[in-house]
């Protein structure tokens, strides 16, 4: 094999749909007004009391101009246009247009921790009601994971590898790791990399309930007559995560070809961190963490005292939250009181194997205009009364560094390390 080129990679572009709009342009005005997108499930009836959820609103695939009847009909797992139109969006952004030279230089990594679930929930309930000829020959393309990727290769004329890196809940942050890789060997000049999730179906609902991972809204809690105060990470009321559908994609690129399209870089992939627990399929390990944090610190040749913001992967459950917590004290030690630290998914829930590239997204948007982004819903647990988590109020703050944290169920973990430009 060839030596690796040892380019350095940076974010061109990047798009999303989450609770909070169905664009990063609505996400994002929506996130610096303090605003949470969480309300009542409307995508599938449940009886499960984890029914609130995070829905990208006003989002009808049917209404995109290359989705006619029989292409809605055939692909009938939702993540599969989703992942089409927020690539389209994100190449669209960073200017990059797919012709004969750059389109075999791009690959495209999307991560998804649940795949076309919705696919197989549908062929099983048709084979169950008319038998196995009514179980649609499109089943298997819909629920393999490299598929959504490949689609939005056949939209906009990439031709480089693509496949999707399953890594549970940290899977977007894997995305853009092997991505920043791919392309510091030589492997492509560019790379969307990210997740996407559309997992609102009552079978995935109620088993993160019978889990006690998703918050139980009932008649005594707050959000009971406001929904939009469910997920409430490292409060002192916290409960667990709210389950909520997203996307978001990463544009990704070499150096030189930054330099030679005269494309705009938004921030540098600079540090990464990632391994595995080895310790429990849902509970995290500190020990880990720890050294993940410290891997990707190491690997973009800064030290702890260079971050000048965190995004938690601050998921609002009791465990998950105090032991992140943990792992950042001991990293930054009494450092920490002095870093802003941003939840995302208090305005946007927990979209899974999206979750990770929604938060770089946001965390790229805000450290280049010297934003840190809110925590909502936040009452203050004493606790974490050492924690700076910005309550419920963006505010500004001038940085170079931001670490952005994503663990994920099976116990895997990667952090990444951005610089701002």
């Not at 006690?212 to 409060?235: C, H, M, N, Y």
Request: a negative charge.
């Amino acid at each position: 094999m060839k030596a690796p080129k040892n380019r350095r990679v940076f974010v061109v572009g990047y798009d999303a749909a989450t609770a909070l709009g169905n664009t990063f342009t609505a996400t994002w005005q929506a996130a610096i007004e303090g605003q949470a997108g969480f309300r009542r499930v409307t995508r599938c009836a449940t009886a499960s009391r984890s029914n609130v959820v995070g829905e990208i609103p006003d989002w009808d695939p049917s209404q995109l101009p290359y989705v006619d009847r029989k292409e809605a009909s055939l692909w009938n797992a939702a993540y599969v246009f989703l992942t089409m139109e927020v690539c389209r969006r994100a190449l669209e952004h960073a200017g990059l247009e797919m012709n004969e030279e750059t389109g075999p230089r791009t690959g495209c990594l999307i991560g998804s921790a649940l795949n076309g679930t919705d696919a197989y929930r549908i062929a099983t309930e048709n084979y169950r009601v008319g038998g196995p000829f009514k179980v649609s020959p499109y089943l298997l393309p819909n629920v393999c994971a490299n598929l959504p990727g490949g689609k939005a290769g056949m939209l906009t004329g990439f031709t480089g590898p693509i496949f999707s890196p399953q890594g549970a809940c940290a899977s977007g942050n894997h995305a853009i790791a092997l991505g920043a890789r791919m392309i510091r060997d030589g492997d492509c000049d560019f790379m969307l990399a990210g997740g996407v999730e559309t997992c609102l179906v009552p079978e995935i609902i109620q088993g993160f309930s019978n889990m006690l991972a998703s918050i139980k809204v009932g008649e005594k809690d707050r959000a009971f007559k406001d929904p939009t105060q469910a997920s409430r990470p490292f409060s002192l009321d916290r409960k667990g995560f709210v389950l909520a559908e997203g996307a978001a994609v990463l544009v990704l690129a070499a150096e030189e070809a930054v330099q030679a399209l005269g494309l705009q870089p938004k921030a540098e992939v600079l540090g990464i961190g990632w391994n595995s627990d080895a310790h429990h399929f849902t509970r995290p390990n500190a020990t880990t963490i720890i050294r993940a944090i410290h891997d990707a610190l190491d690997d973009a040749e800064i030290s702890a005292e260079d971050i000048g913001s965190i995004n938690a992967h601050g998921t609002s459950t009791p465990t998950g939250d105090a032991t992140e917590v943990e792992c950042l004290r001991r990293v930054f030690g009494e450092a920490l009181s002095g870093i802003p630290i941003s939840a995302n998914k208090s305005q946007v829930g927990h979209s899974l194997g999206a979750s990770a590239a929604i938060e770089a997204s946001l965390s790229i948007e805000a450290m280049n205009k010297g934003l840190v982004l809110p925590t909502v819903n936040h009452i203050p647990d004493p606790a974490f009364a050492d924690l700076d988590v910005v309550p419920n109020v963006v505010r500004n703050h001038s940085y170079e560094y931001v670490l952005s944290n994503s663990f994920g169920f099976g116990g895997t973990n990667c952090c990444l390390v951005f610089r701002g430009i």
